[in-house]
């Protein structure tokens, strides 16, 4: 599953949300300890300097231990923690006992609302003492050592005990009311405070602050509290933390299952789309969304489908072409062959005495050779030129003299043949850029051609011209015409048309599409049977 690049994102999804939340939570967990920490001891400390200065007044002259033990007594009551009084050497003075997770505590105006008479000296006089501790077996110490207790009051009657309760966000006062039982009951099971608390619970933090006078330091307040306040906050914090792992986590997990849909969907497309191109189909074209880095992918494989795609249709068409060629130079070669086959056997037979037909036969054969010759030469050159692989000469050479260099092997054909060959300059100086043997043979071509196909009394015409930055050759004559079926194949390899049984092969104006192809220019013809045609080889003028 995880080779998946869908399943790879979603776990790093979940693998970056909880490294995140996990370190977050232990540095929040972290400052949050010292925060609590830092707080308690600063709350236990300014108890414990309270505590001492009120003690001070109660251990100078002399030590009065009553005075100490309630307010010990008192103090804890109203920090809900346990308070040692201590003199200089370190001995206990006084000693508030250890606070339980419910401290009760009777409320005095209750009993003194009922017994208007009962001696308040009893339970140590003055205004502090408004409430004395119960013990877990419910009964009151100090009603106990006023010879009184709670198990000598009249049944049903009503009395108000304080009840300290903790609760995570500190200590909780509760006024309960109760009455006493109707029928005496026996001595309730003391709890065990240890076993009670639990061994997990944690252990207390503890101050201790100077009891100083002018006489010097008099003796130590020192103050326990418990951490269960601190241990719930962190337990609180930890819980906190906890479902705001698991809400990141499952919020992760959703957006990783859509971002990799988002990404893993175009990309799968993709895929499918390069399976088939590489079975072949290069007419199938991928999707492509958006703009990003997978919808450059997605169009950069649309292009590399589509130059596929032309290739192989360009390589396709190389082949036609290759088979065509190979079948039309076959045809060529064939008759030229053929005919040297027959004189050779011929001169080997029944010519090898005859001188006159020996001659005539060599003569015949010398002629099929240069024909031989001129195919594969020519044959040669254009597969060089399709290919581009003739480096040109190129240099800039003036048009009129490329006229008349052009021109000039065929005036005497011409003169012979009655036809009038007129060459026209043009009216300026005019130059091309070139390589002058290979356009001297396109306008040599396409000369022999127009000498060809025009009559006696004929007229074939080489101008040149040159509008703005091109310079066209034309050859123009007054023979017998191309049909239009013909002329958009007259520039085929081996080509004849109607006129096919005039002399030569065919190659003629395919060499001169090469060379003017060669050059950057184009080559056209425009014809009337009839009438004659027009050839215009047009050529950049610094190309």
């Known amino acids: 599953m995880f080779q998946s690049i869908r399943w790879r994102l979603v776990a790093s999804f979940l693998f970056v949300t909880l490294l995140t939340v996990g370190l977050i939570g232990v540095l929040a967990l972290s400052l949050i300890r010292q925060q609590v920490a830092s707080q308690e001891a600063a709350y236990l400390q300014a108890n414990a300097d309270a505590v001492a200065r009120q003690a001070a007044s109660l251990m100078e002259p002399l030590v009065n231990l009553n005075d100490l033990q309630e307010l010990a007594r008192t103090s804890a009551f109203l920090s809900n923690s346990r308070i040692r009084i201590l ?97 005496p009951q026996g001595a309730a099971t003391p709890v065990d405070d240890a076993a009670e608390q639990g061994a997990d619970q944690p252990a207390p933090r503890t101050v201790v602050q100077e ?62 789309a390069a399976g088939q ?70 001169l080997q037979g029944p010519a090898a005495g005859d001188a006159a037909a020996r001659s ?18 020519n044959l040669l050159n254009l597969s060089r030129l399709e290919g581009g692989l003739i480096d040109l000469d190129l240099r800039s050479h003036d048009v009129g003299e490329l006229l008349e260099a052009a021109a000039a092997p065929f005036r005497l054909a011409a003169q012979e043949k009655g ?3 007129t060459v026209q300059p043009p009216a300026e100086a005019l130059t091309v850029r070139c390589d002058r043997p290979r356009l001297e043979m396109a306008l040599a071509n396409l000369l022999d051609n127009a000498l060809k196909f025009t009559p006696a009394g004929g007229q074939i015409t080489l101008t040149a011209q040159g509008p703005g930055d091109r310079v066209q050759f034309v050859v123009e004559d007054t023979g017998i015409g191309i049909l239009p079926a013909d002329q958009p194949h007259i520039f085929q390899r081996f080509y004849r048309g109607a006129n096919g049984e005039a002399a030569g092969s065919g190659l003629g104006l395919a060499i001169v599409q090469g060379i003017v192809q060669a050059h950057g220019g184009s080559v056209s013809v425009a014809s009337t049977p009839g009438q004659g045609s027009r050839f215009v080889v047009d050529l950049q003028s610094n190309s």
């Open 419 to 421: 036809v009038a060959l």
């Open 277 to 346: 191109m590489s079975a072949g189909d290069l007419s199938v074209r991928a999707p492509v969304q958006g703009s990003d880095e997978i919808g450059q992918l997605g169009r950069q494989l649309n292009q590399m489908a589509g130059r596929l795609e032309a290739s192989f249709a360009e390589l396709a068409a190389e082949r036609d072409a290759l088979r065509r060629f190979i079948a039309d130079a076959s045809h060529e070669l064939r008759t030229p062959i053929t005919a040297l086959r027959s004189f050779n056997e011929l």
């Open 211 to 272: 009891i100083s006078s002018q006489r010097g330091v008099l003796g130590y307040v020192e103050l326990s509290g418990s951490a269960a306040f601190g241990a719930q906050t962190l337990t609180t914090a930890r819980r906190a933390f906890l479902l705001a792992g698991l809400g990141a986590t499952l919020l992760a997990l959703l957006a990783g299952l859509l971002v990799s849909r988002s990404l893993s969907r175009p990309l799968s497309s993709l895929a499918n």
């Open 360 to 377: 005539e036969f060599l003569l015949e054969s010398a002629g099929q050779i240069q024909r031989l010759e001129w195919i594969t030469g």
């Open 87 to 183: 003199d200089g050497r370190g001995n206990t003075l006084a000693d508030s006992g250890q606070p339980t997770p419910e401290e009760e505590y009777l409320w005095l105006p209750s009993l003194l609302e009922i017994f208007p008479d009962l001696d308040a000296s009893l339970f140590g006089g003055g205004p502090v003492r408004m409430a004395v501790p119960l013990d877990r077996s419910g009964r009151a110490e100090g009603l106990r050592r006023g010879g009184l207790s709670l198990d000598d009051l009249p049944p049903g009657t009503e009395y108000t005990v304080i009840r300290l309760v903790d609760s995570p966000w500190g200590t909780r006062v509760v006024f309960e009311q109760r009455q006493t039982p109707d029928t």
